[in-house]
């Protein structure tokens, strides 16, 4: 008897469907959502590594570029017989290094401003508010609120300054504890700059209040902290 072509030896047998095997690479599995507190952690970690980020470029790089300015002072100094070329020379690769060390700095506070993570969110944002072209008073407690909560707080609020209108009756910023919550008012600002601030303060669970006039009303942050 001659079997059927599907039944001939070395063909795959067939199945009851007859049809052949499914194909698993068709097959697709969709991650659910990390769990809250997962989300949390992970969000944590990275403020964390930006901060150990910032100390490598200030105690590593930085610091050497720093180093090796001196040296080339202490040599212009030791060949003072030398032609005006090589004293030319030298102030011009000082020059160089002062602006390469300028640039790790930039790049260093874009990271995590060292004075927050030296001396906390009270000092780092009245160095922002130097900076206004408006007036922004700062009235922040000496707390530590732990490197996620003062990272999001300080890049949120100085974002939110920085694209605030200029001129006006000013702003005031103030930083205080409730219990485990680092909260901060923004007052005098428009609310629309809160939208911008929404983000980052979402990713550590926080939140958002607004009040006052549209115009000139009051943005409060609350972000879960140490």
Avoid: N
Wanted: aromatic share 2%; proline share 7%.
């Amino acid at each position: 008897m001659m079997l059927e072509p599907a039944q001939r030896a070395g063909d795959a047998p067939r199945t009851a469907s007859g049809q052949g095997p499914p194909d698993r690479r068709s097959e697709v599995t969709r991650l659910a959502d990390p769990a809250p507190e997962v989300r949390l952690r992970v969000e944590r970690e990275q403020w964390l590594l930006r901060r150990s980020l910032e100390r490598q470029l200030h105690d590593g790089a930085a610091l050497r570029i720093s180093a090796l300015t001196l040296q080339l002072g202490l040599v212009r100094h030791r060949v003072s017989a030398a032609g005006p070329d090589l004293h030319a020379t030298i102030d011009s690769l000082q020059d160089e290094l002062h602006a390469v060390l300028q640039e790790l700095r930039d790049v260093a506070g874009k990271i995590y401003p060292p004075l927050l993570d030296e001396a906390g969110l009270g000092p780092a944002m009245r160095e922002v508010a130097e900076r206004m072209d408006v007036t922004v008073r700062v009235d922040a407690p000496p707390d530590r609120f732990g490197p996620a909560a003062e990272g999001a707080a300080y890049f949120a609020v100085a974002g939110c300054l920085e694209s605030a209108a200029v001129g006006g009756a000013g702003l005031d910023v103030v930083v205080r504890r409730e219990g485990r919550t680092l909260a901060v008012d923004v007052a005098g600002i428009d609310l629309r700059h809160a939208d911008a601030m929404l983000g980052a303060v979402r990713r550590l669970d926080g939140a958002i209040d607004l009040t006052g006039e549209p115009q000139a009303g009051t943005i409060t942050m609350r972000i879960p902290c140490e």
